[in-house]
Each structure stands twice: as C-alpha cells, then as structure tokens.
Nanobody, 115 residues
C-alpha cells in the first residue's frame, strides 16, 4: 500500500534552516509528481511546493518563494524540502503528498519557528 513518511521537523529559531524528508513506498515513485503542503492552527492546508516526477520542474507558494527548495531523489524514493530563513509564520504541520492533485498524504511533521 502507498506509504509516505515525513521526518526532519522540529523547533528552530527565526532565520534558521531545516530540511524535511518524505520517504515513499508502495508505488513507482518516479512516475509521480510530489507535493509539500502545510497547515497552521486554525488555517486550511496550503500548498508549499511541488515537483514533477523527473524533478525537471518545480512550483512554490508565494510565501516561500526564494526561501524553500523542493527536490527529489528517485533512486531513494524520497522527496525533500529545504527551508531557509524560517519565520514564525512558517510554523505548521508539514505534509507530503503524492501527485500535484494529492491522492495520498503522509502523517505530517511539526515545524515550529520560535525564539
């Protein structure tokens, strides 16, 4: 069955960096685009970034452009989200999803940006 397992979240100070990972299994990873979304308390889940199946094209939410980078390693069935210059507004649960139109979600990983 499809499984997506996020890791790498935690507490970081404003201006700091984190790298999230999402390990995929149960499907042919290289056939699918992948997405990262986030959900802050009291807010709807929102797109952070997505990447095509080959990694040749990416897209980002306006609030993270220039600070976050999505990448993937098809040999390792893993998609990454490198987050730089983190702000308190980036505090959320971050979810990995299969596809641009997500049909499977991971369980999420908490990112907290606070001094």
């Amino acid at each position: 069955q499809v499984q997506l397992v996020e890791s790498g979240g935690g507490l970081v100070q404003p201006g700091g960096s984190l790298r999230l990972s999402c390990a995929a299994s149960g499907f042919t990873f290289s056939n699918f685009a992948m997405s990262w979304y986030r959900q802050a308390p009291g807010k709807q889940r929102a797109l952070v970034a997505w990447i095509t199946n080959t990694g040749g094209r990416t897209n980002y939410g306006d609030s993270v452009k220039g600070r976050f980078t999505i990448s993937r390693d098809n040999a390792k069935n893993t998609v990454y989200l490198k987050m730089n210059s983190l702000k308190p507004d980036d505090t959320a649960v971050y979810y990995c999803g299969r596809g641009g139109n997500v049909d499977y979600w991971g369980q999420g990983t908490q990112v907290t940006v606070s001094a």
